[in-house]
C-alpha cells in the first residue's frame, strides 16, 4: 500500500503540471487570437477611411470628417482681420519670443538651441530681380510643410505684406493640420503652383508647392515632373530657383532631402525650423494625429493675435529664426532687424 | 533537459513558463520600443511624430520581445544553436529599428535619406525611394508584425523537431 501512494505522488505532481500548463496555453493562445483580430481589425479599419481614389482631379470633397479627415472652409481667402494678424503682428511678439528662445525656455523643437542640432546651411543665396530671395520647395500634402507655413508667414510678414493668404490643410494620411495657403491650391490634383500675393521692397518669395490630392498620404511628385510642370508654367524666376536647389543637391550637406525645404538668403534650411503642434503637455490623439490636428485656423490665428502659451511663443520664435538668417542676409536693413532678440539669434548662426 | 510540450502551443507555454523568459520579452520588447522612439524623435526635431495607432507600435515591439526571447531560449536549449534561433533573434532586433526609421514623419525621413546619399544615390531619388515608403508606412509596419508572428510560429514549430532529432540520435536510429 505504501509503495503504491509513493507511485501516485509523482504522477499527480505531473498531472498538475500538465493542467497548468494547458491553462497557460489556453490562455496563450487567446492572446494570441485575440492580437490577430486586433491586427485584421485595424487593417480593414484603415482601408476602409483611407480614400480609394488619390487620381480623381474632378472629385469634391466635403471636408465633413472630423480631425484627421477635414477639409471645412479649405481655400477661403483670410479676412482683413486675420490677414493683418500675419501682416501687423507686433514687433514686440517677435522680440519676447526670441528672448525665450535664447534663454531657453521656448519647450517646443526649434533648430539649433539647445539640444536639436542646427538644419540651416551657408549657402551663396538666391539672387533675382536684383533682390535676395526667399525660396520654398514644399507640399500641401506634407505635415510639417503645413505646420511651417504659420511661421514662414510671420517671418516673411517682416519685410513685405501679403495682400492674401488662404486656409489650407496637410493631408489626410499626414495629420491633416491646418495651415495657410500661399494661393488657393487644386487640392484633388496632381500639379506644382508657383503663385503667391506677396510683395517687398526688400526680397524675392518664390514658393514651389507641389500638390497631390490632399485625401490621399504624403505624396511628392517627382523631380522631372516638377520640372516639366514648372516648364508649363513658364515663369524663369521659379525654374532657375528650381534650378539652384537642384545645383544644392549635388552636396549632400544641402542637398534636398525632404520637404519643407527653404532657402532664407544665405541660410538653407533642411525641413521645418520647429515643430509646433501644440503645447508640450498636449499628447497627439490614440490614432496617432498631432494636437493641431484638432485646432481650426481660428483657433491658430486666435494664439498669433495673442500668444500666451507655448505653442504661440513657439511660432513667434520659429518666425525668429528665420528673420535672422534674412536680417544677416541683408546686411540688418530692415527694422526688425535692430530688435535685440533678433541681433541675438543672429550672433548664432554660422 | 527541460521537457517541451508537444505542439506549438506547448513549445510557447514550456518557454514562458519560466520568468526568466518572461523577463527577457519583456526587458527586450522595452529596449526595442526605445529604440524606435529614439529614431522617430531623431527623424521629427525631437517629436515623437508617429501617424499611425501607437497599439500597432506595441504591437511591433510585443512580438519582437517574444520572438527574441524564443531566440536565446533556442540557443539556450539546442546543440545546433548556429541553425536554430540566431536568425529570430536578429530580427527581433531589426524590425523595431527599421519601423522606426519608416514610421517618422513621411515628408523628410532625414535618418533614412541620410543613409540612402551615403550610399550614393542622389537626393531627388532618395527621396523618391522615403516618400514611396512613407505612402506605405503602414503597410510596412503590418509586415513587420507579420513577420515576427511567423518567425514565432516557425521557431516553435522547429523545437520539437529538433527534440525529437536528437532522440532519435541518442537512441542510434
Not at chain 1, 532657402?263 to 503637455?281: C, L, T
Not at chain 2, 541553425?83 to 524590425?95: C, F, N, P, Q, S
Amino acid at each position: 500500500m505504501p509503495r503504491q501512494q509513493q507511485a501516485r505522488s509523482p504522477v499527480a505532481k505531473y498531472e498538475s503540471t500538465v493542467r497548468k500548463l494547458k491553462i497557460v496555453s489556453t490562455a496563450a493562445l487567446i492572446l494570441g487570437i485575440v492580437a490577430i483580430f486586433a491586427s485584421l481589425a485595424t487593417v480593414i479599419l484603415l482601408a476602409s477611411e483611407l480614400p480609394t481614389s488619390t487620381n480623381s482631379p474632378t472629385t469634391t470633397v466635403a471636408g465633413t470628417g472630423g480631425p484627421g479627415s477635414t477639409l471645412a472652409g479649405i481655400n477661403q481667402p483670410l479676412n482683413s482681420t486675420s490677414l493683418s494678424v500675419i501682416n501687423n503682428a507686433p514687433n514686440a511678439y517677435f522680440e519676447t519670443a526670441g528672448e525665450m528662445y535664447l534663454n531657453d525656455t521656448i519647450q517646443n523643437p526649434i533648430f539649433g538651441y539647445p539640444s536639436f542640432g542646427s538644419n540651416a546651411h551657408t549657402v551663396n543665396g538666391f539672387v533675382a530681380n536684383n533682390k535676395t530671395s526667399v525660396v520654398y520647395l514644399g507640399s500641401i500634402t506634407c505635415i510639417y510643410c503645413g505646420e511651417n507655413r504659420w511661421a514662414m508667414a510671420l517671418a516673411l510678414s517682416r519685410f513685405g505684406t501679403f495682400s492674401q493668404l488662404f486656409t489650407g490643410y496637410s493631408s489626410f494620411g499626414d495629420g491633416d493640420v491646418p495651415t495657410l495657403y500661399w494661393a488657393a491650391e487644386p487640392y484633388n490634383s496632381s500639379t506644382d503652383d508657383v503663385h503667391n500675393y506677396y510683395t517687398s521692397n526688400y526680397i524675392n518669395f518664390v514658393s514651389i508647392e507641389d500638390i497631390n490630392p490632399i485625401t490621399g498620404g504624403f505624396k511628392l511628385n517627382p523631380l522631372q515632373t516638377i520640372l516639366s510642370n514648372l516648364v508649363s508654367i513658364g515663369n524663369k524666376t521659379d525654374l532657375s530657383a528650381f534650378n539652384y536647389i537642384l545645383n544644392l543637391s549635388s552636396n549632400t550637406t544641402t542637398a534636398f532631402a525632404g520637404t519643407p525645404y527653404t532657402i532664407w538668403g544665405r541660410y538653407q534650411f533642411n525641413g521645418a525650423d520647429a515643430a509646433d503642434f501644440g503645447n508640450p503637455n498636449q499628447s497627439a490623439t490614440a490614432t496617432g494625429l498631432p494636437y493641431l490636428s484638432l485646432m481650426t485656423h481660428g483657433q491658430v490665428l486666435g494664439e498669433l493675435a495673442r500668444p500666451n502659451d507655448q505653442f504661440g511663443w513657439t511660432e513667434y520664435a520659429a518666425a525668429d529664426v528665420y528673420t535672422a538668417a534674412l536680417c544677416k542676409s541683408l546686411n540688418n536693413t530692415a527694422s526688425v532687424c535692430t530688435l535685440p532678440a533678433i541681433q541675438g539669434i543672429e550672433a548664432k548662426l554660422t | 533537459m527541460r521537457q517541451l510540450g508537444t505542439g506549438r502551443i506547448g513549445v510557447f507555454a514550456a518557454i514562458f513558463s519560466r520568468k526568466a523568459y518572461i523577463a527577457i520579452a519583456a526587458a527586450s520588447a522595452l529596449v526595442f520600443y526605445y529604440v524606435f522612439y529614439y529614431l522617430v524623435v531623431s527623424d521629427n526635431y525631437g517629436v515623437f511624430l508617429v501617424l499611425m495607432p501607437i497599439y500597432l507600435i506595441y504591437l511591433l515591439v510585443a512580438t519582437s520581445g517574444i520572438l527574441f526571447s524564443i531566440s536565446v531560449f533556442t540557443v539556450a536549449y539546442s546543440a545546433a544553436s548556429r541553425r536554430l534561433g540566431v536568425e529570430g533573434g536578429i530580427m527581433g532586433v531589426l524590425l523595431p529599428s527599421m519601423g522606426g526609421i519608416v514610421a517618422g514623419c513621411a515628408c523628410a525621413l532625414p535618418l533614412l535619406t541620410s543613409i540612402l546619399l551615403f550610399l550614393g544615390i542622389n537626393a531627388f531619388e532618395a527621396l523618391g525611394i522615403v516618400t514611396a515608403i512613407g505612402i506605405y508606412q503602414l503597410w510596412i509596419v503590418l509586415a513587420m508584425i507579420a513577420i515576427n508572428t511567423g518567425m514565432i510560429y516557425y521557431y516553435l514549430g522547429r523545437l520539437p523537431a529538433s527534440r525529437k532529432k536528437r532522440q532519435r540520435r541518442a537512441a542510434g536510429l
